[in-house]
């Protein structure tokens, strides 16, 4: 069965740092894996998404994720993060027809 | 060009009812997937429907049951309502079956007391 782990519950950085959050996925064949942000009281809004090719894929708000199979990882990053990055963020791993296992999320914080 | 909606937007009820909660997909989308969040976690599959037949079910009981109509909305029903099914309930979207990726909407928010 496939699963999705984020380490990092909370996460606190300073505006203008730059960022990394962690997933780790659990996937028998080659994983289609997503990030999706949500700001409170919303639904989820795609980051990014990795199909194959390029293990460096680019997103929408100057995010971007690497792909490393042999830590089967994909980590997300943003060189440096803007107030309105404050959110929660979910990495999820597509196993077949379109289902999503999600992680338990990173709750962001950004201070000014 | 509207997004995913759901309705109602927020939703109280007691123990024992039934639910009904309602999602139009993106427009151009025709498979539909509803995601239980229950507070502070990730989102939990529930069912997703395709040409109007249940196609993909999770790990969720009989209580649990939806509907897709011709038009692509769709429906979730969820009967004896339990304290435990307090949760955002997430409808998305998608063109296909082919891991393309889920627009979702903004969800309902259900409370059961």
């Known amino acids: 069965a496939q699963s999705v782990t984020q380490p990092d519950i909370h996460i606190t950085v300073s505006e203008g740092a730059s960022l990394e959050l962690r997933c780790n996925y659990s996937y028998g064949a080659t994983p289609y894996l997503f990030w999706y942000v949500q700001s409170p009281g919303q639904g989820l809004q795609l980051l990014l998404k990795y199909f194959s090719g390029d293990t460096l894929v680019q997103g929408i708000k100057g995010f971007e994720a690497e792909f490393k199979r042999s830590q089967s990882s994909f980590n997300l990053r943003k060189r440096s993060v803007h107030w309105s990055d404050a959110a929660e963020y979910f990495c999820a791993v597509a196993g077949g027809g379109n289902k999503l296992t999600f992680g338990t999320g990173t709750q962001l914080k950004v201070e000014l | 060009d509207a997004g995913v909606t759901q309705s109602p937007t927020h939703l109280i009820k007691t123990r024992g009812q039934q639910v009904t909660l309602r999602c139009s997909p993106k427009s151009g989308h025709d498979t539909v997937s509803w995601y239980q969040q229950a507070l502070g976690q990730g989102p939990q599959f529930i069912f997703q429907y395709y040409e109007e037949e249940e196609r993909q079910r999770g790990n969720f009981p009989d209580r649990f049951s939806g509907h897709q109509f011709p038009n692509y909305s769709s429906e979730l029903n969820v009967n004896a309502l339990l304290l435990g099914d307090s949760a955002l309930y997430l409808c998305?979207?998608?063109?296909?079956?082919?891991?393309?990726?889920?627009?979702f909407g903004n969800g309902t928010r259900l409370t059961v007391t």
């Open positions: 998305a979207s998608s063109r296909g079956q082919n891991n393309s990726p889920l627009h």
